[in-house]
């Protein structure tokens, strides 16, 4: 039966799974791999998702955490020499990963699930992109509605004004525009019926480049 196609992130978790399990005769926790890749254990348990249901780890035991094992021991590594050199940067301009879902109403935790979204020459070529598809219209006075994709620049800073994925210190995550105040910052909405949201301090993920809409 044909596999289904893995992403380069879930080769590394699998490459890990296999590494951890022949090393210590066990698998290994969902923290323990968030802690290997120094992302949040939601992170993990999207991509461990995505491969149970592709197929490539198994749940040896209900309600335990170290119940997942591999399918397969025969997934080529993430590093592995596929036959050639990596594909041209050419070859792939114009290509961006949904990571998941942002909220824009109430804030939450966003869970990567990679996909590839065909772009063409829509974006710029000298910047790192990626999209994620926005939940709630806190942003609606600025043209962005529930189910819209925003196409963001990867980046740790950002002016005031600006439209951001900020990360806030609970590590939930939401689409709003940056403003630093005495006290910290306020993530403004663009709906006037919702309040903004104050905190000490935010982790820029991004700054928003555009938007897209399927009619």
Same mark, same amino acid.
């Given at each position: 039966?044909a596999?289904?196609p @893995?992403?380069? =992130? ?8 296999r590494?951890?399990t ?12 968030a ?5 949040? $254990? ?11 249901? $592709? ?5 040896s *035991?209900? $309600?335990?955490? =170290? ?5 397969? !021991?025969? #997934? ?13 940067? *050419?070859?792939?301009r114009g #290509?961006?990963?949904?990571?998941? /879902? ?10 990567? +699930? ?8 829509? @974006?710029?070529? !000298? ?5 994620l598809?926005? =939940? %709630?219209? &806190?942003?609606?006075?600025? %043209?962005?509605?529930? %189910?819209?994709?925003?196409? #963001?620049? /990867?980046? &740790?800073?950002a002016? +005031?004004?600006?439209?951001?994925? *900020? ?8 689409? $709003? ?6 006290? %910290? ?8 019926t919702?309040e903004?949201?104050?905190?000490p301090?935010?982790?820029?993920r ?5 938007? @897209?809409?399927?009619?």
């Open positions: 039966m596999r289904l @893995l992403t380069k =992130r879930q080769l590394e978790i699998l490459d890990f799974f590494a951890y022949r090393e210590r005769n066990l698998s290994p926790t969902l923290e323990e791999v802690r290997h890749f120094g992302v949040n $254990k939601v992170t993990i348990f999207g991509h461990v998702s995505e491969l149970e249901r $592709k197929g490539m780890l198994v749940k *035991a209900a $309600k335990k955490s =170290r119940a997942r094992q591999l399918a397969f !021991d025969d #997934v080529a590594p993430a590093t592995a020499d596929r036959g050639g050199a990596e594909p041209a940067a *050419a070859d792939r #290509v961006v990963t949904i990571l998941g /879902r942002i909220a824009a109403g109430s804030p939450i935790e966003t869970i990567e +699930d990679p996909e590839e979204l065909e772009l063409a020459d829509l @974006l710029p070529r !000298d910047r790192e992109c990626y999209a598809r926005v =939940r %709630g219209n &806190s942003m609606v006075e600025d %043209g962005i509605h529930d %189910g819209d994709l925003v196409l #963001v620049e /990867r980046k &740790s800073t002016r +005031d004004g600006e439209m951001v994925v *900020a990360v806030l210190p609970d590590e939930e995550a939401t689409l $709003k525009r940056l403003y630093r105040e005495p006290n %910290g910052v306020r993530l403004q909405p663009a709906n006037s919702m903004p949201i104050f905190a301090s935010v982790e820029i991004g700054v928003v480049l555009g938007v @897209l809409r399927r009619f």
